[in-house]
């Protein structure tokens, strides 16, 4: 190992499950030497007696770790983790909030690593995800027959795990339980799924699952419109690809799915990728609550978040979006004006119009910012007697438009 920096700053070390000494001795003295120490409790307990002043992360984390981060503000600091501080941690937590330059880290092993090594996984065949002090929904974005995934789970969870993949039809899958790796006391559980339902396990435990069951639910835009919870205010399958295709989603880029109501095109947005966020606008309090309720059921939780409220209104003071879908309201005075100002240059804005007083109000738009004007018209197979004859869906017309491009 090279040298160790010590800078005015934080710098994250990374502990093994082998404790104190598994860390390497420079480590150890860049450690001893901190003027301040923060950790959990088990930690910060490893570490021999000294003059650091030690703190527990807050709890919850995220809302009191700026107060934490400003009473220490100046001095040397070092915080201490679990492996590698990159995987799932608190290294990325501390570089989101302060960036890069300010924040050093010294991994250790990390559990994942571990696990992979164990299973015989190539990094490149398997997935990892975290349900740690998360919603475990976030699990259904990624059942997958044939799957493979590294889950780092309290292991207070693990049965909470088995018990959604086994409502979810994955009970068959097969589940290492992997505990304290890396230490003299590790452990293993082998055991399919629905085996683990009310099954203990010991803190320091992550799971490895080969899912098997059924096909599971593509990543991509389309996905049927049974999938969804709605009273009718729905973008069907194909209007809805249309619409997702057009916003062009890419990873880490953040939606307004203003009127959302069932949620369906936000929802499919977020799904694309696990970077990808989504801000529902709705005003109506039964649909912001199915759009919550389709986003569990459909694997993306805690990425999609309800903005309860009517447009234009609502949408004051709202993270800068990278694209806008306008499902409902295109025609509300001020709706797209918002949207368009909201938008920073090269942002996407798509709306829909299924009446001819927004189709008219889209018209002018596209006039004055061009892009593109479509009408979509989809018509579906049906029985007509004994015989089978064309379904028309209601049309839709949909506007697209790049902001600076004409």
């Known amino acids: 190992m090279g040298p160790i920096r010590q800078t005015t700053g934080i710098t994250v070390v990374g502990i093994g499950a ?31 007696a000294g003059t650091a ?24 600091v070092v915080a201490l983790a679990s492996g590698d501080p990159l995987v799932s941690g608190i290294g990325t937590t501390l570089i989101r909030r302060l ?36 919603e475990i929904d976030a699990l259904r974005r990624v059942l997958t027959r044939g799957r493979k995934l590294v889950v780092l789970v309290d292991g ?28 003299a006391d590790e452990s293993r559980i082998d055991a399919k799924a629905a085996h683990l339902t009310d099954t203990g396990v010991r803190s320091l435990s ?26 009718g205010q729905l973008s069907k399958r194909t209007v809805r690809l249309a619409a997702v295709c057009a916003l062009a989603p890419r990873p880490g880029e953040l939606l307004w799915d203003v009127g959302a109501g069932a949620g369906s095109v936000g929802i499919e947005w977020a799904r694309t990728d696990p970077l990808c966020r989504t801000l529902a606008i709705e005003k109506d309090e039964r649909r912001a609550g199915a759009i919550e309720r389709n986003a569990a059921a459909l694997g993306v939780p805690s ?63 596209w006039k004055m910012h061009g892009g593109e004007l479509t009408r979509l018209s989809v018509e579906h197979a049906d029985p007509i007697g004994t015989f089978t004859g064309w379904r028309a869906q209601r049309p ?7 902001k600076g491009e004409r």
Do not use: Y
Not at 208 to 228: H, I, K, Q, T, Y
Not at 396 to 402: D, I, L, P, R, Y
């Open 156 to 183: 207070a969870r693990v049965a909470d795990v088995a018990t959604l993949l086994e409502a979810a039809g994955f009970g068959n899958s097969r589940v290492a339980v992997l505990s304290h790796l890396g230490a």
């Open 18 to 48: 082998d404790g104190w000494s598994g860390v390497p001795s420079t480590v150890r003295e860049r450690i001893l030497a901190a003027e301040v120490l923060l950790g959990g409790r088990r930690h910060l307990d490893l570490v021999p």
């Open 206 to 231: 992550l799971m490895c699952v080969e899912v098997d069951g059924p096909a599971g639910l593509s990543v991509l835009p389309g996905l049927d419109d049974s999938l969804f919870e709605h009273d």
């Open 99 to 134: 960036g890069g330059d300010a924040v050093e880290v010294i991994p250790a092993i990390s559990s994942v690593a571990l696990a992979r090594a164990r299973m015989g996984w190539s990094a490149e065949e398997c997935e990892t995800i975290t349900v740690v002090g998360r």
């Open 396 to 402: 839709v017309v949909q506007w697209s438009a790049v």
């Open 53 to 76: 002043v030690r703190e527990e992360w807050p709890s919850p984390l995220l809302s009191g770790l700026d107060d934490l981060l400003d009473r220490h503000a100046g001095k040397d």
């Open 303 to 365: 990425i999609v978040r309800i903005v309860r409220g009517a447009a234009p209104a609502a949408l004051v003071g709202l993270p800068v979006p990278d694209a806008i879908f306008v499902g409902g309201g295109g025609s509300r005075e001020g709706v797209l004006d918002t949207c368009w100002d909201a938008l920073p240059p090269g942002g996407r804005l798509v709306a829909h119009a299924v009446t001819l007083e927004t189709e008219a109000v889209l018209v002018q738009w």
